[in-house]
Every structure is written in C-alpha cells, then in structure tokens.
C-alpha cells in the first residue's frame, strides 16, 4: 500500500499531471502532408498514456520482498543508494538533478506564499514501495488565498513493450527490440485560487519524463510544462508583465520558444463547449527532446521557466489582494471559477485519467480545484462591462508583449 504521513509545511516545502495538446507545426514539419495517425497517436498517447505513467503512482503496487543484506537490485534502490553515499552533483543523472530541482523550487515558492498568506501550508507525503515519493503542500482558507498547492512527485515504474511502440511515434530513441523499460517521471504542479476577485488563479506545472536500461542507464528523455493566468477582472498591466516575465525566460534560450508556446498554451485550455479559453494564456510545451536541443540547455530552460514563477505573479497578488470588491464582483469570480471547474474536469485528459485509475489519491487530482464556484442560468456579463471585456479577450486571445 501506498505510504503516506501529514505535517506541517513551514519553510520545508501535488502531483505531477502531464498535459500535452495537440503541439503547433514545427519548422521542419511544414510543407509535409498532415498526418492523421500521427496525430490522433500523439493525442492519446502524448497526453492520456503518459497520464497513465504518472497517475501510476496513485495505485498501490504490490511491495517486493526485502531481506536484511540483500543486494540493491531496483533503479530506485540503486538511486536512493547513489544520493545516501555521494548526494546529488552536477554529475548525477538527469533524473536526479531534476528531482533535487523541483523539490527546492517547492520549498522556495511555499516559502514565499507563506509570507504572503501569513499562513502555513498542510504537507501530506507519501510514498511508492515500488519506488518514488510525493509532498502535496496545501493551503485553504488562508488570507489571501482561499486554495492554494504546490506539490512534487517522483515516480519509477516499467513499460510494457506495446507502451514503448506506442511512444515511439514521438521519440524513435526508444529502443524497439526489448520487452519492458525502466521509467522514471518527476514533476511540479501549483494551483493558487486568491479569495479577492481582482487577484488572478495562477496555474504551474513542469516535468520531466526518462526511460533506462536495467542499470539505470538513461535511454531517452523528454521535458514538458507550462504556466498559465486566469484572472476574473482583466488588468492589461498584469497580463502584460506575466507574459513579459515568462517571454523573457523562453528568449533567454530561444526566441522562438514564446512564439512558438504562447498559443500552444492557447490552444490547449480552451472550453469547446463555451467557445472560450480558461484564462488569459501563458506557455506551453511537451515532448522537448534530443530532437529539440541538448538535454543540459532543455533542463537550463526549464529552470528558467520554473524561477521565472515568483517574480511573474508575486507583483500581481499583491498589487490586487486588498483590492475593494463588492458581491457583484465576488459573483462573477464565482462564475468564472465554474469555467475553471468545467475545464479541468471535462477537458483535461490529465484530470479524467487520474479519476477512471483504480486506487487512485482523489484529494491529490482534485486539487487543483477552487472551494468555491457558481453555475448561473443563462448568465451573461453585461454589455459594455468589465465582465464583458474579459469574456471578449477569453473568445479571442490577446497577444500581450
């Protein structure tokens, strides 16, 4: 069974989640004719299977037998082994580096929140017997957010040989002669829901994906992630400095990174059946791999994106969280967190995953969510109103640097 204990999070710091839409056409796919297989391939098994990866984590795998003295023989084990005896260096294997990353970044950003909310996060931990761990750090009811999360998780596990065929129509560096892979997946998710209605919802989540051979040896790999804003009232200053922010960590490696992400992440939280967007957009992107650019300038990149987090929204909280608002305001937040919820449980492939998985930590995907929404019948912002204004750019989104 799962392992799993509560306590207090101060300043020692949910899961990971991959979300992969459809991605924009690159430069050197243009001009060659669509392919549909590929396509409907890299939908299914570029989001939902890879979901399927991660959400493993949540079921309760049998625990192997362990007798005192016997030999490490897991790639977890091996792992464990390697950071007990000789920590983490800039030697160590990706998957490592990205581990100690993300769990420092965890700390650092609950760090900054607690001095915000004036509240401390609850940390429940966990942890696989097959190997990997997880810190859920929440917060609700706090003074300025009425939920918040920031949670890491790491896990190992096996591909079955139709898994690894599957996956191989994204990354041909799998190995298509072996029967099963090692795997190991870590990643960053946040979600922070401010009761003021002028404060915006933010949205976070970086990962990093990994297969090896039986000796921990690293075979292929691939970085995904992404942030987003979503506010109830528009602020063209704030959508301007959160685009600014992250535009800036993507030019630093590439210039063509926000270009090429900003309406990826458009693309990808969009509510069909409302014919709008969640929020006001971000980055997003999956699947960088060797094909991409080399793994030390892809990791550089995603550190960049993830530091990139405080300095993009802290400047907006607290310039909106003790902003005056009346109940037709709170009203409307209400209303366009009901969207937020739409989203997340009829679209997200992530969220639907997680829910259909057998044994799965409900609490950890459900997350995400607000404690509070509305449905309305029939409601529509009037015309000429702020509300109006925010529905107009969420129907077509603005290009904000």
């Known amino acids: ?18 979300r992969s839409p459809p991605p924009p056409p690159s430069p050197a796919s243009q001009g060659k004719p669509p392919g549909v297989m590929f396509a409907k391939t ?37 792992d464990s082994h390697s950071k007990a005896e000789s920590g983490i260096t800039p030697s160590s294997p990706m998957r490592l580096r990205m581990e100690q990353f993300i769990k420092e970044q965890q700390r650092r950003i609950v760090v ?14 966990w942890s696989r017997p097959a190997g990997g761990d997880g810190i859920s750090c929440v917060l609700q009811d706090g003074h300025v957010f009425e939920k918040a999360g ?22 041909k560096a799998l190995d298509p002669d072996v029967e099963s892979l090692e795997f190991f997946a870590a990643g960053l998710s946040m979600v922070l829901h401010p009761h003021n209605p002028m404060a915006p919802t933010v949205h976070l989540n970086y990962r990093y994906f990994e297969t090896m051979d039986k000796n921990g040896e690293g075979k292929s790999w691939w970085f995904g992630g992404g942030t987003d804003l979503t506010p109830s009232y528009l ?19 590439d210039r063509a990174y926000y270009p090429r992400f900003k309406p990826w992440c458009d693309r990808y939280f969009n ?16 699947d960088l791999d060797e094909d991409e650019k080399d793994q030390e300038q892809l990791f550089s990149f995603v550190k960049d994106c993830l530091t990139a987090f405080l300095p993009s929204y802290i400047p907006i909280i607290e ?36 829910l259909a998985t057998p044994g799965a930590r409900v609490e950890s995907i459900l997350m995400s969510l607000p404690l509070t929404a509305r449905w309305m019948y029939m409601h529509d912002a009037e015309p000429g109103s702020k509300e109006e204004r925010l529905v107009n750019v969420l129907r077509n989104p603005a290009d904000w640097v």
């Open 1 to 18: 069974m799962e392992k799993a204990s509560r306590r207090r999070c101060m300043s020692d710091g949910r899961g990971l989640y991959s």
């Open 42 to 78: 890299r939908l299914v098994f570029g989001t939902v299977f890879i979901s399927a990866l991660i959400y493993s984590m949540l079921t309760s795998p049998i625990e192997p037998d362990r007798t005192e003295g016997a030999p490490v023989n897991t790639i977890a084990e091996l």
């Open 112 to 125: 900054e929140l607690e001095k915000l909310d004036g509240s401390n996060f609850r940390t429940d931990t």
């Open 150 to 171: 920031v949670n890491t998780s790491i896990v190992y596990g096996t591909l079955p040989r139709p898994a690894i065929m599957k996956m191989r129509v994204n990354h």
């Open 235 to 253: 602020f063209d200053e704030d959508a301007i400095h959160f685009h600014k922010t992250i535009k800036e960590a993507c030019d630093k490696h």
């Open 271 to 286: 509510i069909p059946h409302r014919g709008e967007s969640r929020g006001i957009g971000g980055i997003f992107f999956d």
């Open 319 to 354: 310039k909106r969280k003790d902003m005056s608002f009346g109940k037709r305001e709170k009203e409307w937040q209400q209303v366009r967190r009901g969207r937020y919820v739409e989203f997340n449980l009829v679209h997200d492939r992530g969220t639907s995953f997680g």
